[in-house]
């Protein structure tokens, strides 16, 4: 199966100990997510975020209903954390989530490695929906948080 990458950087103005939290709150999945996708966390939501921590969610993409669980597989605070998809539409999924202070800010990371199962059918579909759709998914977030830790009193 072929495998996928997608890799982001953004640097923010600010120091790391008020930015983890942030990310590191199941809860704000939903803010930084598309409403086009229909994402919404299922109950039970984690009080906190620790490794083999797993969270529960759905969503639609291309109108196709997904349920979604990940775990936290690493957990690294305040430099960041790995999850992995246990279940939902990928043969893979894992996110690495990075922080490296860099002067007075953060430079975040994301890394995700993915693969779409059936084979030739797969690399359709990431070639006609997927890749598009992540590409937006990752624009969203990019704005989203720079919107969001723009503001000196956030």
Do not use: C
């Amino acid at each position: 199966m072929k495998e996928y990458l997608i890799e982001r950087e953004q640097w923010i103005d600010r120091p790391l100990e008020s930015l983890f939290p942030f990310f590191s709150e199941a809860r704000n999945l939903e803010e930084l997510t598309p409403q086009w996708l229909g994402f919404s966390l299922v109950p039970p939501l984690p009080d906190g975020v620790d490794r083999d921590t797993r969270i529960y969610y759905r969503l639609t993409l291309a109108g196709i209903p997904i349920r979604w669980r990940t775990r936290i597989s690493q957990w690294d605070p305040p430099r960041g954390f790995v999850d992995v998809q246990e279940r939902g539409p990928f043969a893979l999924w894992e996110h690495t989530h990075r922080f490296e202070e860099l002067g007075r800010g953060v430079l975040m990371i994301d890394r995700v490695r993915y693969r779409l199962p059936l084979g030739p059918l797969g690399r359709l579909a990431h070639f006609l929906v997927v890749r598009s759709a992540l590409t937006a998914i990752f624009d969203y977030r990019f704005v989203r948080i720079r919107d969001r830790f723009s503001h000196p009193s956030v």
